[in-house]
């Protein structure tokens, strides 16, 4: 469905990327352990990270194959799976599972309102996004045996309405206030097309539109 499959060298089983599972082979059925992860540019991580390393992709420069494919309106290779008009083809999402339900959040939202508290399910996220660098990160809202709601509190920093502790965005850490040193949990979310989000998640909820 228009998703990286993968296989391992060991067994040959069939891997979906944005499932990270197995879909075909021994394995069948088999989860990886999720990592998370937080697409963003260059500078930005550099600057987080200054020891950081870098995979060399065997190219150099800013050389995108899949520019013309951005731009393009068709929905993958192969087409949609089904049919959702609630977000057009290729919007950018971020698309949270909570084990408890889905929700994609689009960047046209999330370039509006940058910090969302929401729910997914019966769980309580936070989502955080950065329409410069075109990146977002998933949280729990859940800290110190309570459900905590968060504002904007200049660059980089969050304030939780309910203890008045700054936090950094980034990171999730408390590094002021009643909650300083307490971290916030990461939510599995991916960044991808609205066509592959909703045809592996059909049951998703968006958010803005639901």
Known sequence: MNVLVMYDRQTNSLWSQILGKAIRGPFEGTELEYLPAWQTTWSDWKSSHPNTRALVKGYSG???????????GSAGVIGETRNDDRLQTKQFVI?????????????????????????????????LFDADNASGIAFSRQA???????????????????????????????????????????????????????DFHPDTLVFGAD
Do not use: H
């Open 62 to 72: 800013d050389y995108d194959p899949y520019t013309s494919y951005y731009f393009s």
């Open 95 to 127: 698309g949270v599972d909570t084990g408890q339900g889905t929700m994609a959040f689009p960047f046209s939202a999330l370039s509006l309102q940058p910090v969302v508290n929401a729910q997914v399910g019966e769980f309580p996220v936070l989502v």
């Open 144 to 198: 110190a045996d309570r459900v905590l709601t968060f504002e904007s509190s200049g660059t980089g920093l969050l304030r939780d309405l309910e203890t008045g502790s700054v936090w950094d965005s980034s990171a999730g850490e408390a590094i002021e206030g009643p909650l300083a040193g307490e971290m916030l949990t990461r939510v599995k979310s991916s960044t991808s097309f609205w066509f592959g989000w909703k």
